[in-house]
């Protein structure tokens, strides 16, 4: 077994897990706020942290690349409220564009 | 990825989920398309990646795991950074709850179609999540992603190099994309600096995937958060 299958079964039991915990848990007691509170902000923090590994993450440590190029780009059209079809879009042809020029 | 349930009536049935999810769908689907890309670089078969979209069905935490899988950063922060992300589908469980009935192995599987973005498409008047709605937008999100799974694993390799195409960039932006509508209130604004600078502190020195677990201490921003900007 592969490290792609123990990353896919891993993962996929996890989250149906995840998935029906409230809906089968519901009449037990919810947990509290102060949990809530902390898992709620959960999602803004990893997110930000994969924005940041994502655009600038390297084998090795980083690298300041055409990626950035498209990462701006997608910012200018996140600002706009493009869909996310459309900020995908952009900041790809950005980087090919960096990329084809650096 | 959200818009307003606007022309809905005040008996949505599943069709009405279903138009509402629809331009949503196309982007989950291309999504899917990238995910497949992404995963078949990183060294997954295409059944494992369809698989993986049928099972896990969470785009964020899905790129994350083959990203982290695709730079070497090996199975246990591939995994635990997934498990991680998709953490916040215990909340967002608990408050769907009360829309989904039936014995436990219904709920069980229609607990399954909640995803942000139906979880978000159904949020009705006063935060009720409608039912029918729900599963609506879930089903049309559950079948774009998939397809758009199968569809880029099969013959993602058709693309060439992603790189020349600037598709390594679609994932930071895919992540931005998704952080601007988490980033509501002051404490998620510390969580996401909190949680962006700890990885840029930590990136040069540690393996992938390690920088992004210890980001996820940012969440306990959240303790400042209590009863204040709750949802």
């Known amino acids: 077994m592969t490290a792609a299958w123990v990353v896919v079964a891993v993962v996929g039991v996890a989250t149906v897990g995840i998935k029906a915990a409230g809906p089968l848990a519901v009449a037990r007691r919810p947990p509290s706020a102060r949990v809530r509170a902390v898992l709620d902000h959960l999602a803004p923090a990893l997110l930000a942290a994969l924005v940041v590994t994502e655009a600038v993450g390297a084998p090795g440590g980083v690298a300041f690349d055409a990626r950035l190029a498209g990462l701006g780009a997608a910012a200018a059209a996140v600002a706009l409220r493009a869909p996310i079809l459309l900020v995908v879009i952009v900041a790809a042809a950005a980087t090919a564009v960096a990329r084809a020029l650096l | ?231």
């Open chain 2, 1 to 231: 990825m959200t818009s307003s349930p606007d022309r809905v009536g005040e008996r949505p049935g599943y069709l009405d989920g279903m138009r509402l999810a629809l331009p949503v769908g196309v982007a989950v689907g291309v999504f899917g398309v990238s995910f497949g890309v992404l995963a078949r670089a990183a060294g997954m078969s295409p059944l494992a990646a369809v698989l993986m979209s049928a099972t896990t069905f969470a785009g964020s935490a899905q790129t994350a795991a083959v990203s982290i899988l695709g730079a070497g950063g090996g199975l246990v922060a591939a995994t635990t950074t997934a498990v991680l992300l998709n953490l916040r589908y215990g909340p967002i469980g608990l408050s769907a709850a009360p829309a989904l009935s039936g014995p436990w192995w219904r709920r069980l599987l229609q607990a399954q179609l909640v995803v942000d973005e139906s979880w978000a498409l159904s949020q009705r008047d006063g935060g009720r999540i409608d039912p029918s709605l729900l599963i609506g937008a879930g089903t049309i999100l559950y079948v774009g992603w998939i397809a758009g799974t199968a569809a880029g694993a099969i013959a993602g390799g058709l693309l060439g190099d992603p790189r020349r195409l600037g598709l390594d960039a679609m994932f930071p932006a895919i992540f931005l994309a998704l952080l601007v509508p988490q980033v509501r209130s002051r404490s998620r604004l510390a969580a996401a600096l909190g949680g962006a600078g700890i990885a840029v502190v930590l990136l040069p020195f540690a393996g992938a995937g390690v920088p992004i677990l210890v980001a996820s201490l940012a969440c306990l921003a959240g303790l400042w958060s209590r009863g204040r900007d709750r949802r």
